[in-house]
């Protein structure tokens, strides 16, 4: 009877919920940044494009490889491959290079160098320079470790040294 109601009339059957792809659900996710400014996690609750569809639920699906999906996926990886949104469990890697381009742009742009509370950095969103100086630090996101923002702008830009 359940899978009748469903076929016919539209009604949500619990234990045999629809089919998913990727596309349906990056569709979603689109419409859901254009009415909210965000991207959707697997907390963002109900999907109002979807009866009876949660993002929680999407993410399950995509995670075990339910509901016509592969296995090993997740809400966040399909939105960083597909729609290019920053995955925070997985953030970039990182180069000596790049934190150098950012830094001066920041001297370029304020008169003096960035440091580890300069807040966000305007070229690369979702980082900030606090971000930077714990991958220095602590030899994360592709950086070596054992440095720091500060020891790094002494080495590589020493004409920016602080009084």
Do not use: F
């Amino acid at each position: 009877m359940a899978r009748l109601l469903s076929k016919r009339r539209g009604v949500r059957n619990s234990e045999y919920p629809p089919r998913l792809s990727p596309s349906r659900i990056v569709q979603w996710a689109k419409k859901y940044r254009q009415r909210t400014s965000q991207w959707p996690t697997l907390k963002s609750g109900t999907i109002q494009d979807a009866a009876g569809e949660t993002w929680n639920a999407v993410d399950l699906a995509l995670r075990k490889g339910r509901r016509g999906l592969r296995k090993g996926n997740s809400l966040a990886r399909l939105l960083a491959g597909r729609c290019g949104v920053r995955n925070p469990a997985r953030p970039p890697r990182l180069t000596v290079k790049g934190i150098l381009r950012w830094a001066d742009d920041y001297y370029a742009r304020h008169g003096r160098r960035p440091t580890r509370d300069s807040g966000p950095i305007a070229q690369a969103p979702g980082e900030t320079w606090m971000a930077m100086d714990r991958a220095l630090v602590s030899g994360h996101r592709g950086l070596p470790g054992g440095s720091s923002l500060a020891r790094l702008l002494d080495q590589r830009r020493p004409r920016w040294r602080q009084p």
